[in-house]
């Protein structure tokens, strides 16, 4: 499972690209191909940090679980 601080890095990784796109909307040269290069990888990047927060959410909520039933 992920660590926080690995998410926290995935995140800055996406403001990056974000950042990038964000860039090339607003510079005047509009390469369409690599904004939807760049959106895509920001796209993978966003499921990949909600895949994260998903399992954390899940091993937390299971040993909350596990913890209540051993009481």
Excluded at 8 to 29: I, N, V, W
């Amino acid at each position: 499972m992920a660590s926080l601080k690995e998410a926290a890095a995935l995140a800055s990784q996406l403001e990056e690209l974000a950042g990038r796109l964000h860039g090339q909307l607003t510079d005047g040269e509009v390469d369409f191909g690599g904004l939807a290069q760049l959106a895509d990888e920001l796209g993978r990047g966003a499921d990949r940090l909600a895949e994260t927060f998903t399992t954390m959410n899940e091993a937390l909520t299971k040993r909350l679980q596990e913890d209540g039933e051993s009481k």
